[in-house]
């Protein structure tokens, strides 16, 4: 018997005019999509009549420190080896950053499925590719803790040699910029928020210049962020 295939497809990280060809046509002839949150998925596949049956494949869920196991990974894995084709999108960007996407992978490749690439958007290199300052080697460090390890998360940032870009909540992200600043208040910072939707922003400057910004702007705190520090 000859397993399915399981495509990791790219969507618009806002932007639902950035979805590429590739990725409609994928999404259309695959047998599942399996999605990080259906609900939010749904306004992409009816904006291009994309009918394929959905799933729900959140994010895992920490507790005492350990990951548990995703919902539904061996479900999916199982109609993969059955001979199912699956794409796996996220609420926005590229999956397998930041998300369950990787533990995915793993398991089918572990079990002998290919795993394709629809390439497409993803809010990392799209800031990057605005960033103006050399990227030719950087380090990535997802999201922040909540908590436990954030004042480490943050020391391991300024002490970095190369740009470190990471992602940011709303909810946290005047506490972050406050615990930066005491850290490394002269580092400069280039700060995405809500990128190629309507009221998409770019704000440069060193640390205490981006959260002074925020403190006087608190109504723009809100949305998705990315960050790189250098």
């Known amino acids: ?14 932007n639902l005019s950035d979805m590429t060809y590739r990725a409609i046509e994928t999404l259309q002839k695959v047998d599942l999509i399996a999605c990080e949150d259906t609900r939010t998925s749904r306004k992409l596949l009816e904006r291009y009549e994309i009918k394929t049956p959905t799933v729900s494949f959140y994010q895992n869920i920490r507790q005492g420190g350990a990951i548990k ?16 084709n699956i794409a796996l999108i996220t609420d926005a960007g590229t999956p397998g950053i930041s998300d369950p996407g ?3 992978v793993e398991y089918a490749v572990k ?19 605005v960033s103006g300052i050399d990227l030719s080697r950087f380090v ?3 999201f922040p803790p909540h908590k436990k390890g954030r004042e480490t998360f943050f020391k391991e940032i300024i002490s970095q040699k190369y740009p ?23 580092k400069k910072i280039i700060l995405g928020r809500e990128l190629t939707k309507m009221f998409e922003e770019i704000v440069r400057g060193t640390i205490s210049e981006v959260l002074g910004y925020f403190l006087d702007n608190k109504d723009k705190v809100k949305g998705e962020f990315v960050i790189i520090v250098y």
């Open 1 to 14: 018997m000859t397993t399915g295939i399981l495509y990791i497809v790219a969507t618009p990280i806002g």
């Open 111 to 129: 079990n002998n499925i290919l795993a394709i690439p629809i390439s497409g958007v993803s809010a990392l290199t799209t800031l990057a590719s």
């Open 164 to 186: 470190v870009s990471y992602f940011e909540s709303p909810h946290r992200l005047i506490k972050n910029l406050e615990l930066l600043k005491n850290l490394a208040p002269d």
């Open 140 to 142: 990535f460090f997802g």
């Open 102 to 104: 990787n533990q995915l």
């Open 69 to 84: 196991p995703v919902p539904k990974l061996n479900y999916l894995v199982e109609e993969l080896i059955s001979g199912k």
